[in-house]
């Protein structure tokens, strides 16, 4: 569960390596004459209010009849140039802003010899994914290095710390420098500040970095720390703006005070305090999934590794794959954790003031892809930003229902930035996404289904999904083609035109209104409302239609191109992450179809989409191509996913994928081992979670589990479906006790009970 190299990061998007605990990031180059730790904070932003022209996306002067002049058109054309459309619906975006890059620390080594030229032996820079610390060792002049660095969310600081194996041989510079040129340095007491105002917006910001050294001394310059012969050094960083996520102003206080305290706070404690703490916060959350293939500690490199994967199944290739897996939780993890934003397009870490998309949150797939692992792989914590962030959008994206629809509730397009621009922009094939609310609150759904939590369906999930839900019972436009309710305009995401009902609008809203009126009832409310969604479900078009090729249509009309492999494959939603369509029925072998002619190409994430859908496809093994596809062409040395460039769903989506090929419990069944690839003949996994606050533990010897143990959270019929329960097999529950649950094919039906543990023991044939 170590990522390694045996040279320092020359390159920051393909090989530094990054720390983070949602808030504050930081990428590890591990050079030896001199470190870089080029470090974010995740809400320090250009754009939003205070930025010139900012206007949240919204229309700066009223355009009544817009909508309706587009849809009128659509319905008496069949379809409009994206073009055409933006022309009319769009405007240019003035003030959305970017993320920035906070800045980089150096660390320049007195005497230290450069890498590779000097006498540097027994180098080594690592990345702990189990103990999310970050390494760097080699031996210079007869002397051992060792440095360590983790960043701890308890503490909300990043720690580093350098230490050799012979007393005094400790001896560095500290200084700091940022991509922009408005913050002002200060040292004081070992304690180097950089405050400033961001021009663009007027966003103050401020970061603090410690430096205590144990032996030698410690002299502080104008705006560098110098560490002398000590026998040992330990840094704490913290950073923080005075971002706030509350409309519409999105300012709080000063961030000097709270930046001060996690200092002064971290400064007090002993480094081995302070790495504890990280360790058991890391690893409550890390391990609780286990993930064997067969893999064996790699001897190369993970570099070598990488680039040496062919997929072939060999014990290095099953590493690689399992590092992967880990690697997006732990990506995860280190990107999305309580109290600061969700991750964004390159999750926390981002070494520019001009990143590729801003480093934005797109949201016509991109932060939804984000978090598909969330649930599945037992890390629903990390989703506390994510509810936040949407919740958060309610406010501004109510205006823009309001002024651009005249609709109830809330929305947002293609993509936003976290000063609630939820408005559009002028970029023809991607500006127009208003389905974007709706897919964004189906994830808290999802989360209630695998929870069960009530309490949490009421206050968190169902407010927003009803908001949602009633922007589109407002929204809704009556085909005259056949009088079912469509979306109009409509665009299925990233091409094409615009016409009305294309297939992922339809299945997004279908899913909303189902789900929306499924935690109604089961809340008992909002009687007049379930009427309302119930009466639009009977004429709203599902968006599922078999072309005629024998696809999956992506537009209501058969438009598809058969030689068409855009890396958006959108009408395949109700596959994945919806869930309308099943395996094995005739809509599943359509979508099939539409899969297999788009092809294995695409970009990172697009590849790791395909990994998802062939999952649900139960095709384990075209589900592992894919994975071999994205781990060969589209994942850097550093294992981030790129698109190109560096785009983090990608290493999310995969995790997810991966998962989906072990466990799947969309359907009211928990499916075990739904899609296992001839590549993973034996193995197991813990800690999966399948929907209805179940865990799962999965054993399997030649393609076949012979032990499954289900952990159930609540009391009532549990049906499990696994291959081996058609064979030999009992069923004991957690005192060895022998179960008989009913079965029906390869489904068991267990009467579980909460807290209880049952395990199907695979029995040899006599
Ligand atoms: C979507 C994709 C692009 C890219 C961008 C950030 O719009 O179509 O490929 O991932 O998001």
Redesign the pocket.
Known sequence: MTLWYDRPAADWETQALPIGNGALGATVFGGVGGERIQFNEKSLWTGGPGANGYDFGNWTSPRPDAIAEIRARIDRDGAMSPEAVAARLGQPRSGFGAYQAFGDLWLDMHDGPEFPEGAVTGYRRELDLREAVARVGYTANGVTHSREYFASHPGNVVVGRLSADRGGEVSFTLRTSSPRDDGQVSVSEGRLTVRGVLADNGMMFEAQVQVIARGGTRTDGTDEITVTGADSAVFVLSAGTDYSDVYPAYRTADPHATVTEAVDGASRRSYEELRAEHRADHRRLFDRVGLDLGQRTPAVPTDRLRAAYTGGASADDRALETMFFAYGRYLLIASSREGSLPAN?QGVWNDSIDPP?AADY?V???LQMNYWLAEQTNLAETTEPYDRYIRSLVAPGERTAREMFGARGWVVHNETNPFGFTGVHDWAT?FWFPEAAAWLTLRMYDRYRFSGDIEYLRETAYPVMKGAAEFWLDTLHTDPRDGGLVVSPGYS??HGDFTAGASMSQQIVFQLLTDTLEAAKTLRTDTAFQAEVTAALATLDPGIRIGCRGQLQEWKKDLDDPGDTH??VSHLFALHPGRQIVAGTPEAEAARISLTARGDGG?G?SKAWKINFWARLLDGDRAHRMLVEQLGGSTLDNLWDT?PPF?IDGNFGATSGMAEMLLQSGHGTVHVLPALPSAWPTGSVTGLRARGDVTVDVSWRDGDADRVTVHAGTSGPLRVRAAMVGGRHHVEDERGGIVTPRRDGDVITIDAEAGGSYTIVKLAVP
């Open positions: 397009l998309w797109h016509n797939i991109n991607a995401p990233e890396r958006h970009t994430w698109h785009q």
